[in-house]
C-alpha cells in the first residue's frame, strides 16, 4: 500500500513529521519553516539536522512560488494564531486579499493555486481561535471554513486537550481535518451523515472517542461572501457559536460540546523525569526560593502602571511545587532560562527543587529524547521550541486513523 505524500508547512522542529512517520504509512515530500523575528532559523537547523535538507526550504513562504511546491495528497501545519480578518482592494480583481503577513492566506494560495490541491489537510491551532476576535467571537473560524469550502473542503474539528487522553501534558489544542470533494472521505462524510460522522464515524471520533456533553448538537449557516463575513459575522455576540466538535459541509455548520471518552493509562509529570544526574544549574538556588513562592503564590495588591496610574491586581496562587502525579501544566514557550518565573515548571527531587531539562520537555510532548540537541542551540531556545510544539501522540493517532479510513 503506498504511503500518503505530505506537504508540511510552518513544521517548526518537525512534530508533524515525527507524529505521521510514526505510522509507517505517510511521506512528507517537502517542508517548509521560517521564523521572520531571527536572523538564525533555529527551528530550521534543527529540522535538517533530524531530517535532511533535501526538498527543506527555509524561505518565507509567502514568498515561496506555488509551482515549486510538489504535488501530495496531504497539507499539515500548525500555523500561527493571527488577526485572520479579510482587507478589499480595488487592485485585486477578486476584490479580495488577506491581510498581509498573516499565514492562513499563504495555506489558501497554494490550496487555490495547485492544479492538483492535496485532497486532505491537517491542521492545528490554540483552541482560542475558535472563540477570536474578542469582538467577533469566531470570525476567524468562519472566514476560515468559508474560505474552505470555495475551495472545494469539508472539514471537521475537535479541541483535544493531550492530557484527557492519557498523555502527559494538559495541552488543549484544535485539530481540523479537511476533506476535498473530490476524496473518498468526502463520500464518507456525505453517506454517514454529519452528527454520525462527528461522534462515532469520523476520523476524530475514531482516533479520540467523545461524548455528546451538552443537549443537542447547534446548526447554523455560514453565507456571504468573505469580506460580508470579515465585518459581520457574529458582531457584538458575547459567545461564540462554535463547540469544541463539529463538522461544515455545503455551508452548514454543525456543533456540539463533548467530553473526552476514555479510561485507559495516564501518564503524569513524573513519568518523564530523568533518572540520570541533572547538571546543577536546574537547581534553583536558595536565594531565590522567596522570589519564586512569591510569582507562584496568590497576590492582592496595588499596583502602579508605567504612567502613574494605580491598580488592584490580583491572581490566585499555582501548584508550588508541581504536583508529580498528575498530568503537568501546559509547557509555554518562556519555560526556559533560570530567572524565576509564575509559568515554569519546578518539580521537587531528593537533590531539591529544580526546573525541567530540554529532554523532559520534549518527553512531555512525545518527541523523542535530545530531538533538539544540536550545537548552537541554547537550552532556552530548545525550551521555547516544545512551548511551540504539538503533542506528537495526538498527531500519530490521527494519521493512523486517517489512513486506515482512505484505505480500508
Known amino acids: 500500500m503506498n504511503k500518503l505524500r505530505v506537504i508540511e508547512l510552518f513544521a517548526g522542529v ?22 521572520p523575528s531571527t536572523k538564525t532559523q533555529h527551528a530550521s537547523l534543527v529540522y535538517e539536522a533530524k531530517f535532511g535538507t533535501e526538498n527543506h526550504v527555509n524561505s518565507d513562504i509567502s514568498e515561496v512560488p506555488t509551482d515549486t511546491i510538489p504535488d501530495a495528497d496531504v497539507l499539515v501545519g500548525g500555523f500561527p494564531c493571527q488577526d485572520y480578518s479579510v ?12 491581510k498581509k503577513g498573516v499565514l492562513w492566506w499563504s495555506i489558501h494560495r497554494i490550496l487555490s493555486e495547485k492544479k492538483r ?16 476576535p474578542s469582538n467577533q467571537r469566531g470570525r476567524d473560524f468562519a472566514i476560515m471554513l468559508k474560505s474552505l469550502e470555495e475551495l472545494g473542503y469539508a472539514v471537521e474539528w475537535r479541541v483535544i486537550n493531550a492530557a484527557d487522553y492519557g498523555m502527559p501534558q494538559r495541552r488543549r489544542r484544535i485539530f481540523f481535518l479537511g476533506y476535498h470533494k473530490s476524496s473518498e472521505m468526502y463520500k ?12 462515532q464515524e469520523g476520523v476524530l471520533a475514531d482516533a479520540f472517542p467523545a461524548h455528546v456533553d451538552s443537549a ?3 446548526e447554523f449557516l455560514i453565507e456571504g461572501d468573505l469580506v460580508s463575513l470579515s465585518e459581520n459575522f457574529n458582531k457584538d455576540q458575547k459567545l461564540s457559536p462554535f463547540e469544541n466538535t463539529g463538522v461544515f459541509v455545503e455551508g452548514k455548520v454543525t456543533t456540539s460540546k463533548t467530553k473526552a471518552d476514555y479510561d485507559g493509562v495516564k501518564m503524569v509529570l513524573g513519568d518523564v523525569l530523568q533518572k540520570d544526574a541533572v547538571p546543577r544549574e536546574y537547581y534553583i538556588d ?23 496610574f494605580s491598580y488592584n491586581y490580583s491572581e490566585g496562587a499555582m501548584v508550588f511545587p508541581d ?31 529544580r526546573r525541567l531539562t530540554p529532554m523532559e520537555l520534549e518527553r512531555l510532548n512525545m518527541f523523542p529524547d535530545n530531538h533538539t540537541l544540536l550545537k548552537g542551540i541554547s537550552d532556552t ?28
Open 188 to 199: 464518507k462524510l456525505k453517506k454517514s451523515g454529519v452528527e454520525t460522522w462527528m461522534l
Open 117 to 132: 490541491p492535496p485532497k486532505y489537510l491537517f491542521l492545528e491551532n490554540v483552541d482560542r481561535l475558535l472563540k477570536s
Open 286 to 308: 536558595e536565594h531565590d526560593l522567596d522570589k519564586w513562592a512569591y510569582l507562584k503564590g496568590a497576590k492582592k495588591e496595588v499596583r502602579t502602571a508605567k504612567n502613574g
Open 14 to 35: 518537525g512534530g508533524f513529521r515525527l507524529g505521521l512517520e510514526q505510522t509507517g504509512n505517510f511521506e512528507v515530500v517537502w517542508s517548509n519553516q521560517w521564523e
Open 87 to 98: 482587507a478589499t482592494t480595488l487592485q485585486n480583481s477578486k476584490g479580495l486579499i488577506g
Open 381 to 408: 531556545k530548545r525550551a521555547f521550541f516544545m512551548g511551540n510544539a504539538l503533542v506528537v501522540g495526538i498527531v500519530s493517532k490521527i494519521g493512523a486513523v486517517l489512513f486506515e479510513k482512505i484505505n480500508p
Open 216 to 218: 443537542k448538537s447547534q
Open 323 to 353: 504536583a508529580l502525579d498528575n498530568a503537568s501544566r501546559t509547557i509555554i514557550t518562556g519555560e526556559g532560562g533560570k530567572s524565576p518565573s509564575r509559568f515554569k515548571h519546578v518539580v521537587q527531587t531528593s537533590k531539591g527543587l
